[in-house]
């Protein structure tokens, strides 16, 4: 499989080809695409006229996999060779599932705790990779099938709270099933798309994207802003979903059934699919009556209400806790996305309307708009959407290190180019002749963990105390993507210029794969930070007091001195230990005892000049 060649300048594809979008979901998975004729995103239905496969995998005996709605049916007859829910295992290690190892119905192998789980199935293993990879594959074939036309390029979407790992697994599992992953996008977002919301320019808006599927309850509080997602919280329950609901119902209407029918196996499953029958029946209709094994079965919308109400009020407290998260009031939130096939109903709608006190985004189907929105973002990376924002952006930060090899950014990442910016910046050391401007590219807080783009020498900065040079730094990107950086100093005019291609060189997954690096490692970051300031500010204490003691130490006593060599000593201590608290509390006893000192050294001076003058 040969790489594409992607502009990361424009974000767009060099030669035009469908690019899918699709919705890995833990109960149903599906494919869409943005047609050229409408440039409307549909998902893609075969002649039997449903978008949905169920996300089930079911292997024969010789190997033979069969996928989707087909595959139902095996969940009552080889329940240990049919396999739902892979989604819930995807990057996970034995360890991280134990406690729900209940739920599956099937074999997890339990050999290594850290090492990622397998299911066996007969003498055969498979990671949740290669499960996903045969749902993968059959939503592939159904769209070539459908389009006539091979696909080889998609976009997958993912639960915002997935990790590094649970992404990571969900590109390989495409790569398995023969698709470049272009990208891999948040559910959430993508249902934001699909509705249009951030595909205007200077669009700021913050959004709650409430989703219920199958078998979990997501809701994730998004602000999009200039075409720019950012996930502000997530909260939610991973085992609470329509099938709970169905449960409900089969309780239900188990009192008026025998006790040797509900341990009848294909029984319990046929109460079950009458359930989510009657359920789904009752979106739309006041009263259900069925039957199953010749017995009578009824159940009113205010009889399922009630059943309902306790799982709703779940969601609105996961709700209210992802508010919390998110230090938002329910009034701040400007749309309500819908999401998931659960949000059908009619009371959930109701709740969710009037928790955050607004209308709903549920115009599309609830168990599309991902796969759409997916659709949209592909589209959007073959370059189809030409007035799409996230165009001419900068994928990354741009900036130059300062001291302690900090970060300091001139061009954060997302700005529109061509653009420009500077910024002033001085000399640390009495007389310094020459300064070192280098250009990083990334969104750590540290140079080292960015990208060195370029380096080079400002000289003949003429002799001069420190901190008194001015020395502007621009940056200027041109709208071909090229960067030149610029350094003057200001009081002589000096000056010198260098050309860098940022966008050069760095792969579209390099550039993801940094953004996730910046956002893992964001917390750790907030803590080298504040310690190399803390380092910066102790070390520039120390020169001084260094400084003052060998030029003034006649204005101090022996003892003083004594006192104020101990002090720098334990600061300097605190400095090899990195301990940031400790640093800062020595810094300022430092301080308190080297304050006196300076008063001092300003009387001797006034003493010393009024000493030659008399002043009349
Ligand atoms: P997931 O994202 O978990 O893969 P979906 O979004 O496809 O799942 O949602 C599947 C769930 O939606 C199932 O439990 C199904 O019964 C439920 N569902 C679909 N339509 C309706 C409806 N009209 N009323 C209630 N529930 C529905
Ligand atoms: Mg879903």
């Not at 924002?389 to 300062?402: A, F, M, W």
């Not at 993801?512 to 893992?520: A, G």
């Not at 720098?568 to 605190?574: K, Y």
Request: net charge negative.
């Amino acid at each position: 499989m040969g790489k594409v060649a992607i502009n990361i300048a424009t974000g767009s594809l060099q030669q035009n080809d469908t690019i899918v979008g699709i919705d890995l979901g833990t109960t149903n998975s599906l494919i869409a695409i943005v047609r050229e004729d409408t440039k409307q995103p549909i998902a893609l239905k075969e002649i039997d006229g449903l978008a949905l496969v169920p996300s089930i995998v079911y292997f024969d005996a010789y190997g033979n996999v069969t996928v989707g709605t087909q595959a139902i049916d095996f969940l009552i007859n080889e329940p240990e060779r049919t396999i739902y829910s892979a989604k819930r295992l995807m990057g996970k290690s034995y360890k991280d599932i134990k406690t729900d190892a209940g739920f599956f119905a099937y074999t997890i192998i339990d050999d290594d705790t850290d090492a990622l789980v397998k299911i066996q199935i007969g003498n055969q293993f498979y990671s949740p990779i290669d499960l996903s990879s045969y749902i993968l594959k059959e939503l592939k074939k159904r769209a070539e099938h459908i389009l006539k036309t091979s696909v080889t390029k998609a976009v997958i979407t993912v639960p915002a709270y997935f990790n590094d790992s649970q992404r990571q697994a969900t590109r390989d599992a495409g790569r398995l099933a023969g698709l470049d992953v272009l990208r891999i996008i948040n559910e959430p977002t993508a249902a934001s798309l699909a509705y249009g919301l951030g595909m205007k320019e200077h669009e700021e808006k913050t959004i709650a994207v409430y989703d219920l599927g199958g078998g979990t309850f997501d809701i994730s509080i998004l602000t999009i802003n200039n075409g720019i997602f950012e996930v502000l919280a997530t909260n939610g329950d991973t085992y609470l979903g329509g099938d709970d609901i169905d449960n409900l119902i089969v309780n239900f209407w188990s009192d008026a059934i025998d006790i040797a029918d509900i341990n009848n196996k294909s029984y319990k499953q046929e109460l079950r699919m009458m359930a989510e029958k009657a359920k789904k029946f009752l979106t739309y209709y006041e009263v259900f009556e069925g039957s199953a094994n010749g017995k009578e079965l009824r159940i009113t919308k205010g009889e399922l209400n009630r059943l309902i109400q306790p799982l709703i009020d779940r969601t609105i407290t996961c709700c209210a806790n992802a508010l919390k998260d998110a230090g938002l009031k329910a009034t701040q939130i400007d749309a309500v996305v819908m999401v998931g096939g659960s949000t059908r109903m009619p009371l959930v709608k109701e709740c969710v309307k009037a928790f955050f006190g607004r209308e709903l985004y549920d115009q599309l189907n609830p168990d599309e708009v991902v796969a759409l929105g997916a659709a949209i973002q592909a589209d959007i990376l073959a370059g189809n959407n030409k007035e799409m924002l996230l165009l001419d952006v900068t994928p990354l930060s741009l900036g130059i290190e300062t001291m302690g090899g900090l970060m300091d950014v001139l061009i954060p990442r997302n700005s529109k180019i061509p653009v420009k910016a500077g910024r002033q910046y001085t000399t640390q050391k009495d007389g310094q002749a020459s300064m070192r401007i280098a250009v990083y590219q990334g969104e750590r807080d540290m140079v080292t963990d960015n990208r060195k783009l370029a380096e080079f020498n400002l000289t003949g900065i003429p002799g001069m105390p420190a901190g008194l040079p001015k020395v502007e730094v621009t940056f200027l990107i041109d709208a071909d993507g090229i960067l030149k950086v610029s350094a003057k100093e200001l009081r002589s005019g000096i000056e010198q210029s260098i050309d860098v291609k940022p966008q050069y060189g760095l792969t579209d997954e390099q550039v993801e794969s940094m953004l996730w690096d910046s956002l893992s490692h964001a917390k750790e970051d907030i803590g080298t930070r504040a310690l190399v300031e803390a380092t910066t500010e102790a070390e520039q204490m120390l020169a001084t007091t260094e400084k003052f003691l060998h030029k003034h130490h006649e204005l101090l006593t022996n003892e003083e001195i004594e006192i104020t060599k101990a002090s720098m000593q334990e600061l300097m201590i605190a400095i090899n230990e990195k301990d940031k608290n400790k640093i800062q509390q020595c810094t300022e006893s430092l301080n308190e005892i080297s304050r006196p000192y300076a008063e001092r050294v300003m009387d001797a001076a006034i003493k010393d000049a009024m000493r030659g003058k008399k002043i009349v």
